[in-house]
Protein backbone atom coordinates (compact mmCIF):
# COMPACT_ATOMS: atom_id res chain seq x y z
CA UNK A 1 0.00 0.00 0.00
CA UNK A 2 1.50 3.35 -1.12
CA UNK A 3 1.48 6.34 1.62
CA UNK A 4 0.16 8.83 -0.68
CA UNK A 5 -2.89 7.58 -0.79
CA UNK A 6 -5.42 10.68 0.70
CA UNK A 7 -6.99 9.52 4.25
CA UNK A 8 -10.60 10.56 4.93
CA UNK A 9 -12.52 10.05 7.88
CA UNK A 10 -16.26 9.10 7.51
CA UNK A 11 -18.19 9.88 10.46
CA UNK A 12 -21.75 8.51 9.93
CA UNK A 13 -23.74 6.38 12.57
CA UNK A 14 -25.88 4.74 10.01
CA UNK A 15 -23.62 1.61 9.02
CA UNK A 16 -24.93 0.61 5.62
CA UNK A 17 -24.18 4.12 4.46
CA UNK A 18 -21.43 4.07 6.24
CA UNK A 19 -19.91 1.35 4.53
CA UNK A 20 -21.51 2.14 1.18
CA UNK A 21 -18.99 5.00 1.10
CA UNK A 22 -16.28 3.28 2.92
CA UNK A 23 -16.47 0.95 -0.44
CA UNK A 24 -16.91 3.47 -2.90
CA UNK A 25 -13.49 5.41 -1.42
CA UNK A 26 -11.65 2.56 -1.57
CA UNK A 27 -12.53 1.73 -4.63
CA UNK A 28 -11.28 4.89 -5.71
CA UNK A 29 -8.21 4.33 -3.88
CA UNK A 30 -8.98 6.59 -1.36
CA UNK A 31 -7.86 4.89 2.68
CA UNK A 32 -10.44 5.36 4.95
CA UNK A 33 -11.01 5.64 8.71
CA UNK A 34 -14.56 5.23 10.17
CA UNK A 35 -16.42 6.78 13.29
CA UNK A 36 -19.82 5.87 14.46
CA UNK A 37 -20.09 8.75 16.67
CA UNK A 38 -18.71 12.62 16.87
CA UNK A 39 -16.98 11.54 19.81
CA UNK A 40 -14.98 8.93 18.38
CA UNK A 41 -14.74 11.39 15.08
CA UNK A 42 -13.09 13.70 17.14
CA UNK A 43 -10.42 10.85 18.74
CA UNK A 44 -10.01 9.34 15.44
CA UNK A 45 -9.05 12.96 13.94
CA UNK A 46 -6.79 14.51 16.59
CA UNK A 47 -4.69 10.90 16.14
CA UNK A 48 -5.02 10.47 12.89
CA UNK A 49 -4.51 13.89 10.84
CA UNK A 50 -7.67 12.91 7.97
CA UNK A 51 -6.91 14.83 4.64
CA UNK A 52 -11.03 15.00 4.54
CA UNK A 53 -13.65 14.60 6.63
CA UNK A 54 -16.95 13.28 6.01
CA UNK A 55 -19.26 14.35 8.52
CA UNK A 56 -23.24 13.26 9.58
CA UNK A 57 -24.87 15.85 11.16
CA UNK A 58 -27.20 13.34 12.91
CA UNK A 59 -24.76 10.85 15.54
CA UNK A 60 -26.64 9.48 18.30
CA UNK A 61 -24.03 11.01 20.97
CA UNK A 62 -22.99 14.73 19.96
CA UNK A 63 -24.37 17.32 17.30
CA UNK A 64 -22.07 17.05 14.70
CA UNK A 65 -21.21 20.26 14.22
CA UNK A 66 -19.65 20.06 17.45
CA UNK A 67 -16.98 18.01 15.22
CA UNK A 68 -16.59 20.88 12.85
CA UNK A 69 -16.23 23.55 15.84
CA UNK A 70 -13.35 21.37 16.69
CA UNK A 71 -11.68 21.20 13.65
CA UNK A 72 -12.00 24.69 12.81
CA UNK A 73 -10.40 25.55 15.99
CA UNK A 74 -7.41 24.59 15.09
CA UNK A 75 -7.23 23.84 11.22
CA UNK A 76 -8.64 23.97 7.62
CA UNK A 77 -8.81 20.45 7.05
CA UNK A 78 -11.88 19.96 4.64
CA UNK A 79 -15.26 18.95 5.57
CA UNK A 80 -18.01 17.83 3.79
CA UNK A 81 -21.29 17.45 5.42
CA UNK A 82 -24.36 14.71 4.79
CA UNK A 83 -27.53 16.00 5.35
CA UNK A 84 -31.07 15.07 4.76
CA UNK A 85 -33.01 16.87 2.66
CA UNK A 86 -35.27 18.74 4.10
CA UNK A 87 -32.75 20.26 6.56
CA UNK A 88 -31.69 23.68 4.89
CA UNK A 89 -31.20 25.02 8.18
CA UNK A 90 -28.24 22.53 9.32
CA UNK A 91 -26.51 23.40 5.90
CA UNK A 92 -26.33 26.83 6.28
CA UNK A 93 -25.14 26.44 9.83
CA UNK A 94 -22.65 23.93 9.14
CA UNK A 95 -21.09 26.01 6.10
CA UNK A 96 -21.39 28.94 8.29
CA UNK A 97 -18.87 27.21 10.72
CA UNK A 98 -16.63 26.51 8.25
CA UNK A 99 -17.84 23.08 6.31
CA UNK A 100 -16.90 23.16 2.60
CA UNK A 101 -19.81 21.22 1.16
CA UNK A 102 -22.36 19.27 1.98
CA UNK A 103 -24.21 16.46 0.11
CA UNK A 104 -27.74 15.72 0.81
CA UNK A 105 -29.21 12.28 1.00
CA UNK A 106 -29.69 9.97 -0.57
CA UNK A 107 -26.56 10.41 -2.83
CA UNK A 108 -24.73 8.36 -5.96
CA UNK A 109 -21.40 7.60 -6.09
CA UNK A 110 -20.56 10.29 -8.98
CA UNK A 111 -21.52 13.02 -6.66
CA UNK A 112 -19.65 11.74 -3.98
CA UNK A 113 -16.61 11.09 -5.50
CA UNK A 114 -16.96 14.58 -7.43
CA UNK A 115 -17.41 16.87 -4.58
CA UNK A 116 -14.53 14.85 -2.83
CA UNK A 117 -12.19 15.81 -5.75
CA UNK A 118 -13.60 19.37 -6.23
CA UNK A 119 -13.10 19.74 -2.36
CA UNK A 120 -9.31 18.42 -2.53
CA UNK A 121 -8.55 20.64 -5.63
CA UNK A 122 -9.39 23.59 -3.96
CA UNK A 123 -7.84 22.85 -0.71
CA UNK A 124 -4.62 22.74 -2.55
CA UNK A 125 -4.99 25.58 -4.30
CA UNK A 126 -5.85 27.26 -0.88
CA UNK A 127 -7.00 30.78 -0.59
CA UNK A 128 -3.66 33.01 -1.15
CA UNK A 129 -5.10 34.70 -4.51
CA UNK A 130 -9.01 35.31 -2.85
CA UNK A 131 -8.78 39.14 -2.85
CA UNK A 132 -7.18 40.05 -5.57
CA UNK A 133 -7.59 37.31 -8.00
CA UNK A 134 -5.41 37.57 -11.27
CA UNK A 135 -5.68 35.96 -14.58
CA UNK A 136 -8.80 34.40 -16.35
CA UNK A 137 -11.58 31.84 -15.29
CA UNK A 138 -13.27 29.98 -18.30
CA UNK A 139 -16.35 27.98 -17.64
CA UNK A 140 -18.18 26.67 -21.33
CA UNK A 141 -18.23 30.13 -23.23
CA UNK A 142 -18.16 31.78 -20.03
CA UNK A 143 -14.83 33.72 -19.62
CA UNK A 144 -13.83 36.16 -16.65
CA UNK A 145 -10.65 38.35 -16.95
CA UNK A 146 -10.32 39.47 -13.26
CA UNK A 147 -6.96 41.81 -14.13
CA UNK A 148 -9.52 43.70 -16.71
CA UNK A 149 -12.11 43.34 -14.41
CA UNK A 150 -14.08 42.12 -17.54
CA UNK A 151 -17.02 39.33 -18.08
CA UNK A 152 -17.43 37.61 -21.42
CA UNK A 153 -20.13 34.96 -22.84
CA UNK A 154 -18.97 33.86 -25.78
CA UNK A 155 -17.44 37.11 -27.89
CA UNK A 156 -19.92 39.64 -26.12
CA UNK A 157 -18.29 41.45 -23.12
CA UNK A 158 -21.20 41.50 -20.29
CA UNK A 159 -22.44 45.15 -18.62
CA UNK A 160 -22.03 44.60 -15.07
CA UNK A 161 -22.31 47.17 -12.24
CA UNK A 162 -19.42 46.51 -9.88
CA UNK A 163 -21.73 44.94 -7.62
CA UNK A 164 -22.46 42.57 -10.19
CA UNK A 165 -18.61 41.80 -11.21
CA UNK A 166 -17.83 41.41 -7.18
CA UNK A 167 -20.28 38.75 -6.41
CA UNK A 168 -18.89 36.48 -10.05
CA UNK A 169 -15.93 37.09 -8.87
CA UNK A 170 -16.52 35.45 -5.59
CA UNK A 171 -18.41 32.89 -6.59
CA UNK A 172 -15.97 31.71 -9.91
CA UNK A 173 -12.85 31.72 -7.38
CA UNK A 174 -14.91 29.38 -5.57
CA UNK A 175 -16.32 27.41 -8.79
CA UNK A 176 -17.51 23.97 -7.70
CA UNK A 177 -18.37 24.68 -3.78
CA UNK A 178 -21.36 25.95 -2.34
CA UNK A 179 -21.47 29.53 -1.04
CA UNK A 180 -23.72 30.57 1.52
CA UNK A 181 -25.68 33.74 1.29
CA UNK A 182 -24.23 35.19 3.98
CA UNK A 183 -20.50 34.66 2.89
CA UNK A 184 -21.25 36.22 -0.37
CA UNK A 185 -22.95 38.43 1.06
CA UNK A 186 -19.77 39.38 3.38
CA UNK A 187 -17.52 39.21 0.88
CA UNK A 188 -19.03 41.73 -1.59
CA UNK A 189 -20.92 44.15 0.80
CA UNK A 190 -18.74 43.30 3.98
CA UNK A 191 -21.58 43.58 6.26
CA UNK A 192 -25.01 42.00 6.07
CA UNK A 193 -28.34 43.28 7.22
CA UNK A 194 -31.66 43.38 6.98
CA UNK A 195 -33.00 43.03 3.40
CA UNK A 196 -29.16 41.89 2.60
CA UNK A 197 -30.73 38.70 1.26
CA UNK A 198 -33.38 39.90 -1.29
CA UNK A 199 -30.32 42.35 -2.45
CA UNK A 200 -28.10 39.57 -3.70
CA UNK A 201 -30.78 37.78 -4.78
CA UNK A 202 -31.91 40.64 -7.07
CA UNK A 203 -28.47 41.20 -8.17
CA UNK A 204 -28.19 37.86 -9.45
CA UNK A 205 -31.33 38.04 -11.27
CA UNK A 206 -30.03 40.77 -13.14
CA UNK A 207 -26.63 38.89 -13.73
CA UNK A 208 -28.54 35.65 -15.01
CA UNK A 209 -30.66 38.10 -17.59
CA UNK A 210 -27.10 39.96 -18.67
CA UNK A 211 -26.28 36.97 -19.38
CA UNK A 212 -29.33 35.03 -21.38
CA UNK A 213 -30.02 32.34 -18.29
CA UNK A 214 -33.35 31.94 -18.40
CA UNK A 215 -34.76 31.73 -14.34
CA UNK A 216 -34.70 28.15 -13.47
CA UNK A 217 -31.90 27.25 -15.73
CA UNK A 218 -28.54 25.71 -13.98
CA UNK A 219 -25.93 27.20 -16.69
CA UNK A 220 -22.78 28.78 -14.60
CA UNK A 221 -24.34 29.30 -11.21
CA UNK A 222 -26.71 26.76 -9.78
CA UNK A 223 -29.37 28.15 -6.85
CA UNK A 224 -28.90 26.32 -3.65
CA UNK A 225 -32.48 26.75 -2.68
CA UNK A 226 -33.09 28.27 0.76
CA UNK A 227 -28.82 27.83 1.07
CA UNK A 228 -26.87 29.92 -1.51
CA UNK A 229 -25.00 29.58 -5.24
CA UNK A 230 -22.76 27.89 -6.64
CA UNK A 231 -20.83 28.17 -9.86
CA UNK A 232 -20.16 25.53 -11.84
CA UNK A 233 -16.93 24.06 -12.49
CA UNK A 234 -15.94 22.67 -16.08
CA UNK A 235 -15.47 19.20 -14.95
CA UNK A 236 -18.10 18.62 -12.77
CA1 LIG B 1 -27.32 9.88 11.29
Known amino acids: MSNNKYKILIVEDEANIRSFIKANLETSDYQVICAETCTLGIMLYASHHPDLIILDLGLPDRDGLDLIRQ ?30 DYITKPFGTEELLARIRAVLRSHRQGAENESTPSG ?9 DYDKRQVFVGKDEIDLTQTEYNIMAYLSIHAGKVLTYAAIIRAVWGYSDYGSVKKLQVNMKNIRKKMGVTPGEKRYIVNELGVGYRMLEDNL
Open 71 to 100: VRESDTTPIIVLSARSNERDKVEALDLGAN
Open 136 to 144: KYQLQDLLI
